[in-house]
């Protein structure tokens, strides 16, 4: 083969490589939510990139599930999630039919890839969860004190009684 002819055709591969490579980058990681015998897998409600710069919405990105009271909720993120940090958010209704907000402990980098959401009292009904990606370092909250941690992606989970 010709000095030109291989430079022509490892020109082709590596353009080929590129290409395929960048073919998945589009893809958005999925999160999996399982409640008793039911499961379902989705792609994030909204989701930036790494510098939060360029930021996309899909409002019908939303699992529903019924979660039957009493019944903990599994959810299972990729590495593309794990290997950030990672929390739970969820609000739910106590048999007082107070709402509350709650929040699962922020997960470090490479932790864990799943989490099992258990409400604090057996007849609490959960409304809804949602997996966050956490990006940028948490702030201060001017008005609570408490610590704000911007979200670059999140899964919701809409339960269902």
């Not at 809804?128 to 201060?140: D, E, I, M, R």
Request: hydrophobic content about 40%.
């Amino acid at each position: 083969m010709s000095r030109t002819r291989r430079s022509l055709l490892a020109a082709l591969v590596v353009t080929a490589t590129l290409a395929l490579a960048g073919c998945g980058s589009d893809e958005k990681p999925q999160v999996t939510w399982t409640a008793g015998q039911a499961s379902q897998t989705i792609g994030p409600a909204q989701f930036c990139d790494v510098k939060m710069k360029d930021c996309s919405n899909d409002q019908a990105a939303q699992a529903r599930l019924a979660v039957p009271v009493g019944t903990a909720v599994e959810v299972t993120v990729p590495e593309e999630v794990s290997d950030a940090p990672w929390s739970v958010v969820f609000s739910y209704t106590g048999p007082d039919g107070q709402r509350t907000d709650g929040r699962s402990p922020v997960f470090a980098p490479k932790a864990r890839t799943s989490y099992t959401l258990t409400l604090p009292e057996p007849g609490d009904v959960l409304g809804t969860a949602q997996v966050q990606l956490l990006g940028a370092a948490p702030v201060a909250n001017p008005d609570t004190g408490e610590l704000d941690y911007p979200a670059r992606a999140t899964w919701v989970l809409v339960a269902q009684q």
